[in-house]
Nanobody
């Protein structure tokens, strides 16, 4: 059974780059069934889909975040990462990695990690 675990700094300074890593266990990141996704939830707000990397390495991003977001994978480490540039306090959120299955549902979630943007 696939499990996901986010890791990364909990505090980032304004204008810097937020980088998080999601470690996949119990399965391979090259599994064609899953697409690897990042989702965030700002305090008091709903979930926001940020982007996804498909099994073939193709990436798709939220239009509102596309200019600042990139998702990449490290196949040997069975990890995928999120990079969000030029962060502001509005980027404070709980960041989740998720595995989107073939039917489009987010079948597996990490536990989430809170990232605060502050000087």
């Amino acid at each position: 059974q696939v499990q996901l675990q986010e890791s990364g700094p909990g505090l980032v300074k304004p204008s810097q780059t937020l980088s998080l890593t999601c470690t996949v266990s119990g399965g391979s990141i090259t599994n064609r069934y899953y697409a690897w996704t990042w989702i965030r939830q700002p305090p008091g707000k709903g979930l926001e889909w940020m982007g996804v990397e498909a099994y073939d390495g193709s990436t798709y991003y939220s239009p509102s975040l596309k200019s600042r977001t990139s998702i990449s994978r490290d196949t040997p480490k069975n990890q995928f990462s999120l990079h969000l540039t030029s962060v502001t306090p509005e980027d404070k959120a709980v960041y989740y990695c998720a595995a989107q299955g073939g039917l489009g549902y987010f079948e597996v979630w990490g536990q989430g990690t809170l990232v605060t943007v502050s000087s």
